[in-house]
């Protein structure tokens, strides 16, 4: 049983996948600190210095607090702040993503467009010899069949010679 799992993890498939997995959650810390360190503050500035992670609607009344840290310690909150970056996050992301599949895509019909067709090489020698002597041999069967008529065609009446009287 181990040998059969080792030969399904050494499968390339199985590596790709495991490749695309880290550096997919590497780039995707990348995508996260764009948008929270560079994006949204952008967007902050262009509504009037707002800090949407602090966005929030408190959901008691004991909730008083000015940022989202501390309103969670007093109570349970509505962080849509914090909805609004990671959708942005998700869009950007997902973005990228099909870009490099658009990419990818391009690429590989650019690659069967350059494929020169396969041209099959001359059979074998012996293979050729064999061909050769069936075609020999159907030759004969086939001239015969062509020779003897299947049924003899009708005489016409306006053919016939008149019988001596």
Known sequence: MLKEFQEFISKGNVMDLAVGVIIGAAF???????VKDIIMPVVGAIFGGLDFNNYFLPLSSSVTAETLEQAKTQGAVFAYGSFIT??????????????MVKGVNTMRRRLVAN?????????????ALLTEIRDLLAKPAASAKAAVPAKAPPAKALDRKPANR
Do not use: C, M, R
């Not at 020169?116 to 074998?124: D, F, R």
């Open 86 to 99: 990671v959708a942005i996050n998700f869009l950007i992301l997902a973005w990228i993503i099909f870009l």
């Open 115 to 127: 494929e020169t067709p396969l041209v099959p090489s001359a059979p074998p020698a012996d293979v």
């Open 28 to 34: 995707g810390k990348i995508v996260d600190s764009l």
